[in-house]
């Protein structure tokens, strides 16, 4: 599978604590190819070969577990 780029925005994202936590455990999934969370601009920017559908379910997953007021949405 073809490695896709993507950008969503993390709404309600509060701090960078919280970023640095989602950025990371978001790492560990398994198809993803690199992450990064800016905190200033609440961007998250992924690279990953997985299924776009179970990706997205598991980034929400991942930012709610942390911050319960967050929303993820594509860019």
């Given at each position: 599978?073809?490695t896709?780029?993507?950008?969503?925005?993390?709404?309600?994202?509060?701090?960078?604590?919280?970023?640095?936590?989602?950025?990371?455990?978001?790492?560990?999934?398994?198809g993803?190819?690199?992450?990064?969370?800016?905190?200033?601009?609440?961007?998250?920017?992924?690279?990953?070969?997985?299924?776009?559908?179970?990706?997205?379910?598991?980034?929400?997953?991942?930012?709610?577990?942390?911050?319960?007021?967050?929303?993820?949405?594509?860019?």
């Open positions: 599978m073809a896709i780029k993507k950008q969503f925005v993390l709404e309600g994202l509060c701090c960078g604590n919280c970023a640095a936590k989602i950025q990371n455990d978001i790492r560990l999934l398994d993803i190819k690199h992450a990064e969370v800016n905190a200033d601009t609440a961007i998250l920017s992924v690279e990953f070969d997985t299924d776009a559908e179970t990706l997205i379910k598991e980034i929400t997953r991942i930012a709610v577990s942390h911050d319960e007021d967050i929303a993820v949405k594509e860019a």
